[in-house]
């Protein structure tokens, strides 16, 4: 299939793809005029970069996951280091939840103490608008 088959078959751009070969993710085989020629396999490991990239991942964490379906094997993760990229992952996503869960708390206590003040008393900010005035000389 050509460049804009796979494209559209993906999901994706052809400047997308164009830019996954220039990262050698993605090699392309040249028909006889010249134009990009890709298969099934080249679909599926567009497929796997982009499900990657959906789930947060970056374009580099893609690579051994390319690489395993590139060496014959059935799935992108199931080589040692496709399992190495998961596992960071998971990390950085447990860091990034203990920091939201800590803001969460922050946020919840500073609505508290402001809605029981509000109760308590009158509000302590007022709108007000500026008096205009113009001196005429």
Request: hydrophobic share 35%; proline share 4%.
């Given at each position: ?21 220039s990262?050698g ?31 947060g ?56 103490r ?11 900010c007022e ?11």
């Open positions: 299939m050509r460049i804009g088959e796979l494209a559209q078959r993906a999901g994706t751009t052809t400047r997308t793809l164009r830019y996954y070969e990262r993710l993605l090699s392309a085989r040249r028909a006889g005029n010249g134009y990009r020629a890709y298969d099934e396999e080249d679909l599926r490991q567009v497929r796997q970069i982009r499900l990657l990239q959906d789930f991942f970056e374009l580099e964490d893609t690579r051994p996951f390319v690489e395993c379906l590139q060496a014959g094997h059935p799935a992108g993760d199931s080589c040692p280091a496709s399992l190495e990229v998961y596992r960071r992952k998971l990390a950085e996503l447990d860091d990034l939840l203990a920091r939201l869960g800590a803001v969460r708390e922050q946020v919840s206590g500073q609505l508290a402001a809605e029981l003040e509000a109760a308590v008393g009158e509000p302590r709108l007000t608008h500026p008096t205009i005035t113009t001196e005429e000389t």
